[in-house]
């Protein structure tokens, strides 16, 4: 598999056998890197809770983040996406793709995020013979 090439190129110019011009570069080949996606402070979470996803492409500098939710495109931009106040509705699995000029990552791992209603709270009363003992 490849991850990494370094290698040199010679450009020459020549004309009648006399080399006008020449220089050496040298040039990386490097495999499409792919992100790391992580959310937090979990993936399954109550409406009205606050979702933050990251995704990570590593040292890599200069790139877009292209969100995509069910793998259709949801936002452009940073690297962390916040959802404040989820709802159901924001439930789903999630990927990014890095995007760099014409370059693009690999997609990142899914991460899917379950929403589930908000929390109830109820209160229970024990009663014995007539006489309330808690309230839990």
Avoid: M
């Amino acid at each position: 598999v490849l991850k990494h090439v370094d290698f040199l190129l010679h450009f020459a110019l020549i004309k009648s056998q006399s080399v006008l011009n020449s220089t050496l570069h040298h040039c990386t080949l490097t495999d499409k890197p792919q992100p790391t996606l992580s959310v937090k402070p979990q993936s399954s979470v109550f409406t009205g809770d606050t979702v933050t996803l990251s995704c990570d492409v590593g040292q890599l500098t200069g790139w877009t983040i292209n969100w995509r939710k069910d793998s259709n495109p949801e936002s452009t931009g940073d690297a962390t996406k916040t959802i404040k106040s989820v709802s159901v509705s924001d439930g789903g699995v999630y990927k990014c793709i890095a995007e760099r000029g014409n370059s693009y990552s690999e997609y990142s791992n899914a991460v899917t995020i379950t929403v589930k209603g908000q929390h109830s709270l109820y209160t229970f009363y024990t009663f014995f013979n007539g006489r309330q003992l808690c309230v839990c």
